[in-house]
């Protein structure tokens, strides 16, 4: 599973590379959508005794987007949480709708990140940790993923980290349609209700 993520994340770059990469987006729920994503690391939390939940004030927030490269993004968010995260300690993923925007935050109490290495954090092939707790080497791939596929989303990222009290990757979406109408290379996916 690992081999087969790690080739279609060099596919997906090559395709963001030469301007390829279609773009579906619909109209999907959020909440639900991350709550969905989150299941798959369920048996990881326990695995690793991580106290791991979702905090938000809203049960439903429907936003614009292409949920395949959203999926993407927010699964090598927990991954990275995951991998650089003690035992007994917490992964929080924060929710907040604001005016025109949702930021998205995963919050990690990992080893963090030193400050001289944060600017070149999303570089891709930039590794800045030697190994992480489950002792596999990282490919410096995600991470620079992660952020051409909020590009591709019209959105920002990013990270405020502390050296050995943790990490957070903090994203910014567009929650409307309008953001994304004078994109050409967006194909948009309507509801029957729409």
Do not use: C
Not at 39 to 65: C, G, P, R, Y
Not at 80 to 89: D, H, I, L, S, V
Not at 159 to 180: C, H, M, Q, R
């Amino acid at each position: 599973n690992r081999m087969l993520r790690l080739v279609n994340q060099i596919l997906d770059f090559r395709k963001i590379q030469n301007k390829k990469m279609k773009m579906r987006v619909q109209q999907i729920d959020l909440i639900p959508f991350i709550r969905h994503i989150m299941e798959s690391f369920n048996s990881l939390a326990d695995e690793h005794q991580i106290d791991f939940s979702m905090d938000t004030e809203v049960a439903s927030l429907k936003i614009w987007a292409d949920s395949d490269k959203l999926e993407k993004i927010l699964f090598n968010l927990l991954s990275n949480a995951f991998k650089y995260t003690p035992q007994g300690k917490q992964i929080k993923v924060m929710v907040q709708e604001e005016e025109k925007d949702v930021i998205l935050a995963v919050e990690d109490q990992g080893i963090g990140i030193a400050e001289n290495k944060q600017k070149s954090l999303f570089v891709r092939f930039e590794n800045l940790v030697d190994k992480n707790l489950f002792n596999q080497a990282s490919t410096g791939i995600g991470l620079s993923l992660v952020k051409e596929l909020v590009h591709l989303l019209h959105g920002s990222i990013k990270v405020d980290s502390t050296l050995g009290k943790g990490s957070v990757f903090e994203v910014s979406l567009p929650i409307n349609y309008d953001a994304f109408k004078s994109d050409e290379n967006i194909e948009f996916i309507m509801n029957d209700s729409q």
